[in-house]
């Protein structure tokens, strides 16, 4: 498999606006000398709780940095397909066991300091060996066995057996490339190749990145990004409309997309994530084990009615662990239909006809607190009674994701083929299905295209069928702009609001 980076040239432009020059000369980048900078300043909801990706498991970080500081090897497109990035092209062994990447020969790091096959073997095994890598990447990582640089542009990964997910697993925050030689705390001071470059973390406001002067492909057309961040939706909602704001990332209150109708004020892009906003059941809870318990939650949840008020009926009824970007999606949001009498018969049946009663521990992200007191009034509809408990978001990735603490919880997975996660028992489902950790182990190591997605979509119907979680929803890509703003992707496959391309004609 070969695939070529598009190299854009850049061209000398001189724009003259009612007597203020604003030069953009290319070989210096969007602000020429004595010319104001280009800032764009960016709403977002999920602040970083570390700028170490490999460290830190919170979704914050590579939102903000990956493939604008961070950049992999190859990357994932809106389209859900893997392009290259730092790799040139790449090619698989017959048995898909040996991966072989030809690296851009004229990447750099910000420092200087060339992209080259050695950055790659480091980088690779600081993800996979380091103490602090979190548990994700650290089984993602496991698959590679040995490393060799060919050359110095060439590097040669073997893995323990067959795997077509490991090469998904890279476009993330697995196959970042770091740049171990500047001597820098990564966790305070990320080093990276993008085109952007680490400013500062203001913590409860900020983060600022400002344009890589030195970047090895086509820069970027402005000089500072601000990622600015909101706990309350409607505050960065009434941001955007006073001006403070060029772009909401995500609209997280899309009841109010139609304050944003003023097309000669702003834009508005609708697409799709693969954002599954999952009620997540802990496996190991007695009540959540049972079959019947998990199919009556499935039954007495109307998920039409929770898409509709807590999201403005924007999005996507899913029923499994697959965004309709992934090529083995298929429609099985109807396996559970809501039917409140079956529930309570299911409920009957596995014992708890006299009532059940589980902890709802939620972060407070904007769709958390809204859904989860939706699915408690559903809940109790049917004989479940439902104590909510509203975390910040640290809190509950200390006491939900890693110490398993809860009955019940909401949280967003964005991560490509995040469907695997449930064949991990230790993963904070703690699920444990055996046919199902079968399939997706056959599926990575199938030999055709076309055999993986017929195995994934019965390991999607096996999770649907086995009610391994309640999939409420498939969160929709709302964001907002101003006119004059451009470059920015409809659809959000990965974990980066991807900055790259974004232009500005102010």
């Known amino acids: 498999m070969r695939t070529n980076r598009p190299f854009r040239r850049l061209t000398a432009l001189l724009v003259m606006l009612l007597g203020i020059s604003l030069t953009l000369v290319a070989c210096g980048g969007p602000s020429g000398a004595g010319s104001r900078p280009i800032v764009l300043n960016v709403g977002a909801t999920t602040e970083p709780t570390g700028m170490d990706p490999a460290t830190d498991t919170g979704a914050g970080t590579p939102f903000a940095l990956l493939y604008n500081v961070y950049e992999t090897l190859v990357r994932i497109d809106e389209n859900g397909e893997i392009k290259p990035l730092l790799a040139r092209s790449w090619s698989v062994s017959s048995d898909g066991s040996v991966y072989t990447f030809k690296l851009e020969p004229n990447a750099t790091f910000a420092s200087g300091k060339p992209v080259d096959a050695a950055a790659v073997i480091a980088s690779f095994e600081r993800t996979r060996d380091g103490e602090s890598t979190t548990e994700v990447l650290k089984k993602q990582m496991s698959h590679v066995k040995e490393m060799r640089a060919v050359d110095e542009h060439t590097v040669e990964v073997s893995l323990t057996g067959p795997s077509r997910r490991w090469l998904y697993d890279i476009t993330s925050t697995a196959g970042i490339i770091y740049d171990l030689s500047s001597g820098q705390n990564l966790s305070e001071q990320p080093a990276g190749s993008g085109p952007y470059v680490f400013s500062r973390h203001d913590i409860g406001s900020m983060v600022s990145l400002v344009r890589n002067k030195e970047y090895w492909g086509t820069g970027p057309r402005v000089d500072e990004v601000n990622f600015r961040y909101y706990s309350d939706a409607n505050s ?51 009540a959540l084990s049972n079959l019947k318990v998990r199919q009556a939650i499935n039954h007495a949840i109307d998920r039409k009615a929770i898409l509709d008020s807590a999201w403005g009926g924007k ?55 809204p859904v989860a007191k939706l699915v408690a009034a559903q809940l109790r509809e049917v004989g479940i009674d439902v104590s909510i408990d509203e975390l910040d978001f640290s809190t509950w990735l200390k006491q939900v994701y890693s110490q398993h603490d809860y009955d019940m919880t909401v949280v967003a997975h964005v991560e490509p083929w995040d469907i695997s996660q449930f064949a991990n028992p230790n993963y904070y489902w703690q699920y444990n299905n055996s046919q199902f950790a079968e399939l997706i182990s056959k599926a990575d190591s199938s030999a055709t295209e076309e055999e993986q997605e017929t195995i994934l979509r019965q390991a999607a119907k096996v999770l649907a069928d086995d009610a391994a979680a309640d999939w409420l929803f498939l969160l929709p890509n709302l964001v907002i702009t101003t006119t004059e703003i451009s470059g920015i992707s409809t659809n959000t496959t990965g974990l980066s609001f991807d900055m790259t391309h974004v232009a500005t004609s102010r």
Do not use: C
Request: no cysteine; aromatic share 8%.
């Open 315 to 369: 999005g996507t009824l899913i029923g499994s662990m697959v965004p309709p970007t992934d090529p083995w999606y298929e429609d099985l949001s109807n396996t559970y239909p809501h039917d409140p009498a079956k529930a309570k018969q299911l409920l009957e049946e596995a014992g708890y006809a006299s009532g059940l009663t589980l902890r709802l521990r939620v972060p407070t992200l904007p769709y958390g607190p």
């Open 236 to 286: 960065m909602v009434a941001a955007m409309l006073s001006g403070e704001l060029d772009i909401v990332s995500n609209l997280t209150v899309p009841q109010s997309v139609g304050q944003f109708s003023d097309a000669s004020r702003f834009k508005v892009l609708e697409g799709t994530t693969n954002g599954e906003v999952v009620l997540g059941f802990n496996h190991s809870n007695p």
